[in-house]
């Protein structure tokens, strides 16, 4: 079993949809949860961290954590074709590295 | 503020060569990570440098190395290249923790 699990998609979605996008851990120690979107031929750019559990959230992004099913989700509100990319999740905390998800491809169509 | 760099974007190289990737940190970020991504490993650690020094190191073989300069600027080299060393080389350079990295655009090297 992989540290992060991540559904690699693709998700198709329509324009104006909400948008749900999720990974499951197994290591109980991370304690920083992060979300990063990936344009294709680019790097990752950082969209938000939590810090331990529970909700942050920023403009159309909202991050949940819960610790206690070791699953961190990312909504994305009103979604628009320019946020078709991939997002990938990346967890990290005490003395262990960067662990991240394989990353979830995201299609949002006109 | 400028954002991470790397040089060169695009690598071409034979197996046996060796390769060197270069990094600028954005301006006040004293880490510097690196990373492999490749489509059937995802993302993966390679280490990291803070103040000259590595802090942490993946989980790769010697092959791999890299080093800090008192500039914060970061080089990785890759010895004895092999095929399967084809990849983006991810930059990712912070301020406080792996919490908040900022990445470059890469470098995507390929192997024949």
């Known amino acids: 079993q992989k540290e992060v699990e991540q559904d690699p998609g693709p998700l198709s979605v329509p324009e104006g949809a909400i948008v749900s996008l999720n990974c499951t851990y197994s290591n109980s120690a991370f304690q920083y949860f992060m979300w990063y979107r990936q344009y294709s031929r680019k790097g990752p750019e950082l969209l938000m961290y939590t810090y331990s559990s529970g909700n942050k959230e920023d403009g159309r992004f909202t991050a949940q954590v819960d610790k206690s099913s070791k699953y961190i989700s990312l909504f994305i509100r009103d979604s628009q074709p320019s946020d078709s990319a991939t997002y990938l999740c990346a967890m990290s905390g005490g003395s262990y590295i960067p662990t991240f998800g394989r990353g979830t491809s995201l299609i949002v169509h006109p | 503020k400028a954002g991470v760099t790397q040089t060169p974007r695009y690598l071409i190289k034979t197996r046996g060569q060796q390769v060197t990737l270069s990094c600028s940190p954005i301006?006040?970020?004293?880490?510097v990570s690196w990373y492999q991504q490749t489509p059937g490993q995802g993302l993966q650690f390679l280490f990291e440098y803070f103040s000259e020094t590595q802090r942490n190191k993946g989980n790769f073989p010697g092959r791999f190395s890299g080093r800090q300069f008192s500039n914060s600027r970061s080089e990785m080299n890759v010895s004895t290249l092999e095929l399967g060393d084809s990849a983006l080389y991810l930059c990712?350079?912070?301020?406080?923790?792996?919490?908040?990295?900022?990445f470059g655009p890469g470098t995507r090297l390929t192997v024949l």
């Open positions: 990712a350079s912070s301020l406080r923790g792996y919490n908040e990295q900022f």
């Open positions: 301006s006040g970020h004293r880490s």
